[in-house]
């Protein structure tokens, strides 16, 4: 059974820039959650979808906003790019039943100049 | 509010000794969730085990252990006789109950095991 994806694995941008990161949940899995881990902050959750709905949303500015499509893949968006925005992006998915177990992608390390 | 602390930023060990890792926990809910993660230098977090706020029944999985004290709010991982492979860092993280698989993590643990 194939595992998480998240596409691409490293991206390079430029302040003010946009960019999109994509993952791919396990097959049958209809959760997908959305993670930044930077150095000083750690791993911050950002939003959750479930059944292309928004489940939840962590504590980040408008600029980042999600999507998830009927297949179950996913989709953040971060505009207007800041320094800041420099972290690995995770995504993880699961089968979106009550507290099971997340299954983790490999992460987009993202670098903003 | 969820909080999770891992006090332990760094810990060094030589093969063969035994690691605990600790991991204190915050929650106003009765029911919630409580997770390790392992993130080997490959970045992908590995999910090591979950437990529900329900059973506080102590686990082993190998070389493996883990003790959950309710009263200390306390979910410790114990690794006995440590391997070179077992160096990462390590995480512990909270779930609360309601409809969202939010996930609230510790700063991490990092091991580094020497041979």
């Known amino acids: 059974k194939a595992g998480v994806t998240q596409t691409p694995r490293y991206l390079i941008k430029t302040r003010g820039q946009q960019v999109t990161l994509s993952c791919s949940p396990i097959s049958g899995h209809r959760s997908v959650s959305w993670y930044q881990q930077t150095p000083g902050q750690g791993l911050q959750f950002l939003f959750e979808?479930?059944?292309?709905?928004?489940?939840n949303k962590g504590n980040f500015p408008g600029r980042f906003s999600g999507r998830q499509f009927s297949n179950s893949r996913s989709e953040m968006n971060v505009s207007t790019l800041e320094l800041g925005d420099s972290a690995l992006y995770l995504c993880a998915s699961s089968l979106g039943l009550p507290r099971n177990e997340q299954f983790f992608g490999p992460g987009t390390r993202l670098t903003v100049l | 509010a969820q909080k999770v602390t891992q006090a332990q930023t760094e810990i060094s060990v030589v093969e063969k000794e035994d690691v605990t890792l600790d991991c204190v926990y915050e929650?106003?809910?009765?029911?919630?969730?409580l997770f390790w993660y392992k993130q080997p230098p490959s970045g992908e977090l590995v999910f090591l085990i979950r437990r529900n706020s329900f059973d506080e029944q102590n686990e082993i999985s190998g070389r493996y252990s883990w003790n959950f004290q309710k009263s200390t709010s306390s979910f410790n991982f114990t690794i006995t006789a440590s391997q070179v492979v077992d160096s990462a860092v390590y995480f512990c993280a909270l779930s609360e109950e309601g409809g969202s698989e939010k996930l609230v993590f510790g700063k991490g643990t990092k091991l580094t095991v020497n041979p």
């Open positions: 979808y479930f059944s292309e709905t928004q489940r």
């Open positions: 929650t106003r809910d009765t029911t919630y969730y």
